[in-house]
Each structure stands twice: as C-alpha cells, then as structure tokens.
C-alpha cells in the first residue's frame, strides 16, 4: 500500500501538455480563508519532485519566500541598470535596452514574474514573426529597402515582397535578453522556473551573403577613384576590416614601413555620441599585413591630411585618426556608409551593404588560394569552423569551378 501524503506535502500530476504540475502549502490566507499553494512545472516528475523538496525544506525551517509580486517592467528595468550595465559595453547594453522598450515591456511588462508563462513568450516570438516591427515600416525580402508607407506591398525598386516581420535571429534576440533577465530572477528565488526554458525558438535560415565579384570591385574601385574616402575604401578590400574598426584605425596602429595595421579598438555610435571602445574578445585584437598599392595609398593619404592639418590650424583636433573629417574629428559612420551608398550608385552597384566588403575580403581570399585559418585570424573570427561556415556558398562554388577546371582537363587529356 502506497505512503499517504501527509498535510502540505504537495501533489504531482501529469498534464495534457505531457510536462508535469505539483504544488506544495506554502501557508494560510486569512482573508480568502484558504491555504496557500505554490505550483512547479517541470519535464519529468523527478524534476517536480525535487522542487517541491526543496520548498518544503524551506517552509519548515521558515525560510521560504513567496513568489514577488513585482512585474516584468519593473525586474527588466532593474535587471538592465543593476545587473547589466556595469558589465556590457555601451553598445550591448544599448541594443539590450531597446530591445526591452520596443518589443518586451509592451507586450509583457504589466504582468507580474509569478504570471508570467511560456504561453505568453510564445505568443510574443510569435506575433514580432509575423508582424513585429516596432517602428511600423516594412523591409523588402529582395533588396532589403525599408519602406515607411503602410499600404505598399510590394517594394518600389526591385518588386518583390514588402513584410513587417522581424527575422527569426531578431526574435531570438529578443528571447536572449528575455531568459537571461528571467533567469537571474530565477536564482534569486524571485521565480521558481523560468518560462522561456520551454518555447520553440524559429530556426535560423542561412543568409546568403551578399559580396562583390571581381568585375564587382573594379566597377567599385573606378567610381571610387576620385572620392575623398577612396584610401578608406581601398583598405577596407584589403583586410576586411569592420566598418568600426577601419573608423577607429590611428596613424600609430599603421606600419607604413612593415606594411601592417594592427587593430585594437572600434569607433561606434551611442546615445551619447561617438565612443571608441575595445574588441568584443581577444581575437578580435590583431595585426594584418597589406599589399603594397595600399601602403602607397596611405602615404599619399597622410600627405594629404598633413596638408588639412595645416589648414585648420587651431581648430584640428589631434585624435591621431587615419580617417576623419577636415578637423581631425571622428567620421559618422552613417555618414561615412552613405558616402560608400552613392559611389556603389555610381558603379552600377546594388545590393551591397558596407559589411558586404568585409566579405568580399574574405571571398577574394578564399578564391586566390589564402589558408581559412589566416583568414580566420585577418577577420577576427573566433573560429576556422565560422569562417567556413559564413562562407560555405562561396567555397562550395569555387569547388564546383574546380570540378569543372579538372574535367575539362581530363577531356582535353582523352582528345589526345
């Protein structure tokens, strides 16, 4: 005959969802006139079981404490500035911030931690995929235009499909920030689980990446020639570097004589203005050599900037930067991309974003023989294995153009 549970000593069920519920008496409510219960859900009855111990033990030595009633607003608001901010760089915890403004607090910020479910996260990573921009505009699924027009449906320049939904890697960006913040919660005792263990995340498409061809840079380049960011440009095809880094580059972090640059910071745009901070990791700390036409390049370039210095006497600003504007001040990034927007205009060029050079670095790379582990380490990738992977398009390509290189050989060797 089974043990009968003695009073306050919970109860586990399985339910229709197959995961399974338990409650334990945490006390008394003399106003409902009832006792007090606290649910756990888990994915076996062990996992169940094993919490309502736990909250026993703590109900018998008297140090249990009730689920808080605080909401999702106020932990996600205290959580960011508590927890997170003095551990992120600016930019991360930026982009964390917005992420709790425009999509989370919204939709969940009234409910209290102890409401909040799985069903409700769902529905959130459900409704920002099928219609989740927070700024009301929609983005083509060709060439990526955003358009601010509600009624268009199609895009303006290139005719394909205009949606308002956020990506799947968007969505689980959102759900990282969402977890990490329940699960701090969770191990102050705030929570006993935490909801966004058990949503179904949307699978991750490999993008395509979009990069210059050959005839592509020569187009890139010639438009490019007489433009004053044309040293930036040609630095840029050389090394791959990020938009950030290549901004933040000084004229000490340049081996004009060696042929180098060593990059060890990146310029990036806060609300509190340009800021110039360090590498995201390690490897992102690196020296990479380059061609002589671009050392060339350079030196014409500092020649150039001497002569602005002179120019603007008092008024320049000696930050030391390779790139900046007629003061010596830091260049806008989008000022600068925009700059980079009009000359792909004037090649003929579309679909290319600034970043897509950094990648039409690394398939340049790729097709003229360089090893994947330098590469790997000129870009600042953690791994060969992600380079590989960003670029497996490109090298399956050059592996279906080596296919055919042979078996034209081989047919022309049978002809003989």
């Known amino acids: 005959m089974a043990k009968r549970r003695g009073n306050g000593e919970g109860s586990i069920t399985k339910r229709k969802d197959g995961r399974w519920q338990g409650y334990v008496t945490v006390g008394y409510d003399p106003e409902k006139q009832q006792p007090r219960k606290q649910y756990f859900y888990g994915k076996t009855r062990k996992e169940v079981q094993e919490r309502i111990n736990e909250a026993l033990g703590k109900v018998q030595t008297g140090t249990y404490r009730e689920p808080s009633k605080i909401t999702m607003a106020e932990w996600l608001i205290t959580w960011l500035n508590d927890y997170m901010k003095p551990s992120l760089r600016p930019t991360t915890w930026e982009s964390y911030k917005t992420q709790a403004e425009k999509h989370i607090l919204p939709a969940l910020g009234h409910l209290r931690l102890s409401q909040l479910q799985t069903s409700h996260l769902q529905k959130l990573y459900n409704d920002k995929l099928s219609d989740g921009r927070a700024d009301g505009k929609k983005k083509c699924i060709g060439c990526g235009k955003l358009s601010s027009k509600p009624n268009l449906e199609t895009c303006e320049k290139c005719g394909k499909d205009l949606k308002g939904s956020l990506s799947p890697r968007s969505v689980r960006y959102i759900h990282v920030v969402i977890h990490a913040a329940l699960e701090q919660a969770k191990k102050e005792g705030k929570i ?47 090394t791959g570097l990020r938009r950030g880094e290549l901004l933040a580059l000084r004229w000490k972090d340049v081996d004009l004589k060696a042929g180098s640059v060593t990059v060890n910071r990146g310029l990036v745009r806060t609300r509190q203005g340009l800021i110039f901070q360090e590498p995201k990791t390690p490897l992102a700390n690196r020296t990479i050599n380059i061609p002589p036409d671009v050392i060339n390049e350079l030196k014409f ?116």
């Open 192 to 238: 006993t689980i935490n909801p966004a263990d058990a949503v179904r995340l949307p699978s991750l498409q490999q993008k395509e990446i979009q990069y210059l061809d050959t005839e592509g840079v020569a187009k890139f380049l010639a438009a490019a020639r007489d433009t004053k960011y044309f040293p930036a440009y040609y630095l840029e095809l050389a």
């Open 301 to 416: 370039h500092r020649r150039r900037q001497m002569t602005e210095m002179e120019n603007a006497g008092e008024a320049w600003e000696n930050n030391g930067l390779v790139f900046c504007n007629e003061l010596g001040q830091p260049l806008c990034p989008r000022g600068f991309t925009r700059n980079f927007e009009r000359v792909l205009k004037r090649a003929g060029i579309g679909n290319v974003s600034f970043h897509g050079m950094r990648h039409t670095y690394a398939v340049m790379s790729l097709q003229e023989g360089v090893d994947i582990k330098t590469i790997q380490e000129n870009m600042g990738h953690h791994k060969a294995a992600f380079t590989l992977d960003v670029y497996s398009n490109a090298t399956a390509k050059m592996k279906k153009e080596a296919t055919d290189k042979i078996g034209n050989l081989l047919a022309s060797c049978l002809e003989k």
